[in-house]
């Protein structure tokens, strides 16, 4: 579900300048931009169900959602362009540090506490 979201988002927050009507701003157009793009470019490495490379691992993929999820909810403020626009970046930097703080870093149905038993048969091998 988290690479759904991820490139769906990622779309979102490149169209988002033309569709909330702040590409007058220059900071506020290209600040969303680079969040963007590294979310996009973050999902096709990652080494989950969404990844294409599957080179970095989703532990790293979530610290980077939260620090660039709060980093475009703060931006408005740290760049100076509150006055002109605010809100959608706000929102959309808390809602990727939301999914970030959701996610589990396991996959679904992976038992991490399982261990193989390497005496076993090697047809059926015990699990405890």
Known sequence: MHAKIDYIAGIIFFASPWIFGFTESV???WTVIAVAATALTM???????????????????LIVDLVS???????????GFAEQVYLPHLVMGLFEVSVGLLTSEQARGQNTDAVVDPQADGVNGSTY
């Open 69 to 79: 999820g709060a980093l475009l909810a703060a931006s408005p403020w740290l760049f």
């Open 43 to 61: 999902s096709l490495f990652t080494d989950y169900e969404g990844g294409i490379v599957r080179s970095i691992p989703m532990w790293a993929h």
């Open 27 to 29: 900071p506020a157009t």
